[in-house]
């Protein structure tokens, strides 16, 4: 119940997507493709590309939970997290006065998404903790790399995350913003998880990087051609590089 659930809401995310704004007569294809890129600019875009990249997330990781695959469950119950910081956060930005002028005629809509968004994800926790995960808690068979890989996803992760909040603090109403940190909190937990040897490490891995990756390759396509150099894309791809060595040593360690 759970998988549906998340696969339907990650539908009808790409659904938005897909259809575009009322005057906009450009192919699905073409719409689908500018909500992957990452411009300074999203207030034009039905979703920004953090959401696209949860929207595509939930579709897998649903359908493999309704396929009884054990990895899913821990891959929803992230997503679940995720959808509860990133619709409380905007909830919570809609109560000054500023913010909800700012939006005008489209305060009762992201109202709304929110609202659903947060019933969406406390269902999720609600049918994920009712049911109860067969076998051991701990990874049954856990390689010295899997604790290796996950110390420094870890590391770098809180290394990233606290290099943000010096940076730019705490997330304000910016849509963006809110998606960006909860992917950089998500990667030292991921991390924690890894270091512990708990079975969640594996379906939590393999959902972060693959949003992660989704993101970041956004990010490439939308460099300027003067940094579209090996150098700059080498750099930019290099945060995910912990994250994909833990995803190998998870998979290995089966």
């Not at 595509?56 to 959808?83: C, N």
């Not at 991390?191 to 949003?211: C, F």
Request: include cysteine; hydrophobic fraction near 60%.
């Amino acid at each position: 119940m759970a998988g549906t659930l998340c696969a339907l809401f990650g539908g009808a995310l790409l659904l938005w997507a897909a259809r575009g704004p009322g005057n906009d007569t450009s192919g699905v294809a073409h719409r689908l493709s500018t909500q992957l890129r990452l411009p300074s600019d999203v207030s034009g875009l039905p979703l920004s590309p953090f959401e696209m990249a949860f929207a595509l997330a939930a579709i897998v990781v649903g359908l493999l939970a309704v396929l009884g695959r054990p990895a899913a469950r821990a891959g929803v119950l992230l997503l679940a997290s995720f959808l509860l910081f990133t619709s409380g956060r905007l909830l919570i930005d809609l109560l000054p006065e500023a913010r909800r002028a700012s939006l005008g005629d489209l305060t009762g809509l992201a109202l709304a998404v929110d609202l659903i968004g947060l019933l969406v994800a406390v269902l999720l926790f609600a049918l994920l903790l009712r049911s109860e995960e067969s076998g051991e808690s701990r990874l049954a068979k856990s390689s010295t790399a899997v604790i290796v890989t996950g110390a420094i996803v870890l590391a770098t992760g809180s290394a990233r995350l606290l290099w943000y909040l010096l940076l730019a603090g705490i997330p304000g109403p910016s849509d963006a913003n809110v998606h960006r940190f909860a992917l950089l909190v998500a990667v030292p937990v991921v991390g924690l998880l890894a270091v512990l040897r708990r079975r969640a490490a594996r379906g939590t891995a393999y959902t972060l990087t693959g949003m992660v990756l989704i993101v970041e390759v956004g990010s490439v396509f939308n460099l300027p051609a003067l940094l579209s150099t090996p150098l700059a894309v080498t750099l930019l791809m290099l945060p995910i590089l912990p994250l994909l060595a833990l995803v190998i040593a998870l998979a290995r360690a089966r």
